[in-house]
């Protein structure tokens, strides 16, 4: 359907090079889309680069820190000189922190921060500078969490910075929706990735989590990928500040 057809646009990935984010770079590619994979580590962000490559899309790979403003003014600065103009922005990049407040070293909270929220701005200011120039709108998308709405023990710096998510979408939203640029944000639930690996194979923890959701199960990558497409599409071009949570019905039951 033409909605959700991504022809001619680009999308930029932030840590993508796995995970959520490389499931998220192949379906938007999937829907036609050029897709920049980016990553800290470069062989696994080659290894990507090469999977999609070979499955026939169109991908591009970046390599920067997305705490570091000047370096993703220099990115973007490199993009924009080969002619590469960003449609869709989908801020991914994050790192978890499990320890008690009390025991949270400032550095720690510092780089949960840095990394999951302060980065979203950034970037999405960035991008959006060089949107509205272009006068031809884009799309956000902010990736949250389920604790973008509520709270865990041990995970008090990432719950922080993934509420600051889903508010920082609504005041994108607020400033930017006249330029025709679509914010919003999606809710993961808990998903099966490397970084909750350690979650999957605690007996304790996965019956939890099997009883408490509803689906009766985990996600996987792959479960977000209509959302991703439907909020960079032209589907949703007036759906603007929401978050959108993918979470087999956690957040819907007591």
Known sequence: MTLFDLTGRTALITGSSGGLGLA???GLAQSGAQVIIHGRNQDKLEAAR??????????LATSFDVTDEAAIEQALEALNDDGIDIDILVNNAGVQLRRPLLEVEIDQWDKVINTNLT????LGRNVARQMI???KGGKIINIGSLMSSVARPTVGAYTASKGGVRLLTQSMAAEWAEHDIQT???GPGYMMTEMTQPLVDDPKFNGWLINRTPAKRWGVPEDLVGTVVYLASPA???V???IIYVDGGMLAVI
């Open 184 to 186: 919003n944000a999606i």
């Open 236 to 238: 949703s071009n007036y």
């Open 133 to 135: 120039a272009r006068g």
């Open 24 to 26: 998220m770079a192949r």
């Open 119 to 122: 980065s979203t701005f950034l």
């Open 50 to 59: 090469e999977a999609l490559s070979t499955e026939g899309h169109k991908v």
């Open 240 to 242: 603007n500040g929401q």
